[in-house]
């Protein structure tokens, strides 16, 4: 299971080329780099043109351009912007005026709602603070994404019987 889309991990992929290439780049180039549909590409990018985040140019050197400072952009409104609202679960959905859509048939009866709804708002914060330049530079300053404690992977003791 997968908190992004596929549509949401292209659009990193497209604004992440973009980034590397501050001259900017065509749908055709940026599809043959990471062998996507190029159609695909073009709806992302008009997405993402229409969402403020990508600016086009016509013309014989037109193509794409980040709109914006990457070091401006957080990956919690990526998020919520490419996905229409980003949700861990189904019963924290809210609408633009604030309403629960409650999708789920045992929201009145669920003892997990409220703990789930606290989880969501601690991984937006953490979204919120996490920049889309740290993603694309390895460089970058670190910010939430670098306080983000390591997760050892642990082996399993057998113990005799």
Not at 24 to 39: D, K, M, N
Not at 122 to 133: A, F, I, S, T
Not at 143 to 158: D, G, K, M, N, Y
């Amino acid at each position: 299971m997968t908190l992004m889309s596929r549509k949401a991990d292209y659009a990193l992929l497209i604004l992440s080329f973009l980034y590397q290439r501050k001259e900017g780049g065509t749908a055709r180039a940026i599809a043959e780099q990471f062998g996507l549909s190029p159609s695909f590409v073009a709806n992302i990018l008009k997405e993402l043109c229409s969402k403020g985040f990508v600016a086009s140019h016509r013309g014989v050197k037109g193509g794409y351009a980040l709109a914006r400072d990457a070091s401006m952009i957080s990956l919690a409104e990526l998020l919520e912007t490419v996905e229409d609202g980003f949700h861990l679960t189904v019963c924290n959905q809210h609408t633009d005026t604030g309403t629960n859509t409650d999708a789920c048939s045992h929201s009145s009866s669920c003892t997990v709602k409220g703990p789930m709804a606290e989880v969501h708002q601690r991984l937006m914060g953490v979204l919120r603070g996490v920049m889309l330049v740290e993603l694309f530079d390895p460089k970058a300053k670190p910010s939430a994404l670098h306080a983000l404690p390591v997760l050892a992977t642990h082996s399993v003791e057998t113990f005799p019987a």
